[in-house]
């Protein structure tokens, strides 16, 4: 099943809900509100279209996700890396790389996945 698109706002609420879930509206309603300035009209829309998108569910008042993070994540970033790189995963890094100052120990980290990702962990 692909990944539903998620938007910036979209995102930022589903943030919240995966900290939370499984959460009941109101509550949801509440922490939207605090953390976004949202009006709870704008809460109970946006639920209601990731519902009918795939991203949540909504029953009995308690919503809780049907994508996690990491889903959202992955999706994101291979439509980025398809759109703005063609597809290559070594341009794209290539290009992250080119400006960003990593550390030894991020270094070691990103070295350890290659690795683990070639023993076929």
Partial sequence: METPKIFESEYRFCLI??????????ELVRLC?????????TT????KRL???GVL?????????????DEVQAAELNEMVEKTFEGS??????AFTKHQNLS??????????IDR?????
Wanted: aromatic content about 8%.
């Fill in 17 to 26: 809900l995966w900290e939370h879930e499984p959460i009941k509206s109101g």
């Fill in 33 to 41: 509100r605090e953390q976004l300035g949202w009006k709870p009209t």
């Fill in 44 to 47: 109970y829309t946006v639920i």
């Fill in 51 to 53: 519902s009918e998108r």
């Fill in 57 to 69: 569910k909504n029953e009995n008042s308690t919503v809780s996700a049907l994508v996690s993070k």
């Fill in 89 to 94: 995963l070594p341009a794209f890094i290539a």
């Fill in 104 to 113: 030894e120990k991020e270094l070691d980290a990103i070295q350890a996945m």
């Fill in 117 to 121: 990702y070639r023993k076929g962990e």
